[in-house]
């Protein structure tokens, strides 16, 4: 019942936005989607938030993987709310979101009020690397009308990687407003796992096993091992070459074979953000992350001077 009213309620929304102007066809649309998060989100067990382009889609394949492994479950599936719970009522019901049209839906604006008594796992990345990856997001595999919903830049708009960063809308501000929001209600989710991308470039078995144990399964080494080497980063760009999970739709599927740019699967790389900046401008974005985001996540430089100091 539940899929068809979905399915109903998206027909009727896309029939009469034809007749309505630009605004209300996307406050339409956001109610839509909060609407359907909020489903997930009241039958879910888990929950894996994060700003776009923080490694989620990374995780979601990682994680799949390891139930594909420990269940027998089909090898070319990417996890989604709820098909792999299907297959097998011990795999639990995992709710991905970005945060966004669920708490417009429920009005927790400014609080993660939503989340508070939710198992949940916040990733997190460095908002710079974040801020350049949403460019090529942008540029590349946004559809049109998702960046005119959202207050991106224009579809067709000409403007360079360092004019996206700074948009006031989308841009290095906003992300860090974000993150913000997350830090300042930290302490008050009950069941709680920060996990850094940096921290799953550098010791990707070490961070899955930790994911592992969050989700209430004894953690396999040679489970853990396959997962790894399943996920590198030349493994997946492979894969999507190949289009390996073409039963998942688009979520990993190159835009354009011939430019790796609009490959869901990029570099991956820590700090990479300094290849698209000359220095004044690196220092810039640098200095506003330590201006602005509140120490939690590790991405200030006052903060890794004081891990570097307790490590001396």
Known sequence: MHNLVKSLIKWLIKAISFVLPEKQTHQLERWRRGREEYWKYRHCEYIFASYGKSGRTWVRVMISRYYQLAYKLPDNLLMGFDNFHRMNKDVPQIFFTHDNYLRSY???????????????????????????????????????????????????????????????NQGLGHIIEFMNDWA???????????????????????????IVEFLGMQPSEELLRDTVEFASVENLRKKEQENYFWRSGSRVQARDSKN?????????????????????????????????????????????????????
């Not at 350049?132 to 991106?152: D, E, G, I, L, T």
């Not at 300042?184 to 796992?193: G, V």
């Not at 790796?260 to 900046?277: E, I, Q």
């Open 260 to 312: 790796p740019d609009s490959f869901k699967v990029r570099k991956g790389k820590v700090g990479g953000y300094k290849d698209y900046f000359d220095d004044a401008q690196v220092a810039e974005l640098d200095a506003m992350v330590d201006a602005q985001l509140l120490p939690a996540f590790g991405y200030t430089q006052a903060e890794v001077d004081e891990d570097s100091s307790g490590q001396s």
């Open 106 to 168: 429920t009005g927790n604006v400014d609080s993660k009020k939503d989340f508070f008594d939710k198992k949940t796992v916040f990733l997190v990345r460095k908002p710079q690397d974040v801020a350049v990856s949403q460019f090529f997001q942008w540029k590349y595999r946004m559809r049109p009308a998702k960046k005119s919903m959202n207050k991106y830049p224009a579809h067709d708009a000409d403007i360079s990687i360092y004019d996206f960063v700074k948009d006031p």
């Open 184 to 210: 300042r209600d930290l302490p008050n989710i009950k069941q709680l796992m920060v996990v850094r991308y940096e921290d799953l470039r550098t010791q990707p078995q070490r961070e899955m096993e930790r």
